[in-house]
Nanobody, 119 residues
Framework: QVQLVESGGGLVQAGESLKLSCAVS????????IGWFRQAPGKEREIVAA????????YLEDSVKERFAISRDNARNTVNLRMNSLKPDDTAVYSC????????????WGQGTQVTVSS
């Protein structure tokens, strides 16, 4: 059973930075794509970033491409989301999830971590 544990959320002011971490256990990481999603109150969940563990290739959603970065830490089996120049619109619950490289559906999810950006 794959398990994901997020950490690093919190309350920051606009313009500040945060780093979220997603620790992954219980599976063969080279088979997976790990994604970061967010859901703001009253809005649908959206994917923010993703990384293919085996190849290292990454995806960043257009609205965050210039401000966020996703990376993997092989030694810690962790995926990090570095968020710079945060805006109030970035306020959401951020969750990481795992899918197999060969499928489209994210099957395993973490519990989520709250990010609040004050203006």
């Amino acid at each position: 059973q794959v398990q994901l544990v997020e950490s690093g959320g919190g309350l920051v002011q606009a313009g500040e930075s945060l780093k979220l971490s997603c620790a992954v256990s219980g599976g063969t990481l080279s088979l997976f794509v790990i994604g970061w999603f967010r859901q703001a109150p009253g809005k649908e969940r959206e994917i923010v970033a993703a990384v293919d563990w085996a190849s290292g290739s990454t995806y960043l959603e257009d609205s965050v491409k210039e401000r966020f970065a996703i990376s993997r830490d092989n030694a810690r089996n962790t995926v990090n989301l570095r968020m710079n120049s945060l805006k109030p619109d970035d306020t959401a619950v951020y969750s990481c999830a795992v899918k197999r490289r060969t499928t489209n559906q994210y099957l395993y999810w973490g519990q989520g971590t709250q990010v609040t950006v004050s203006s």
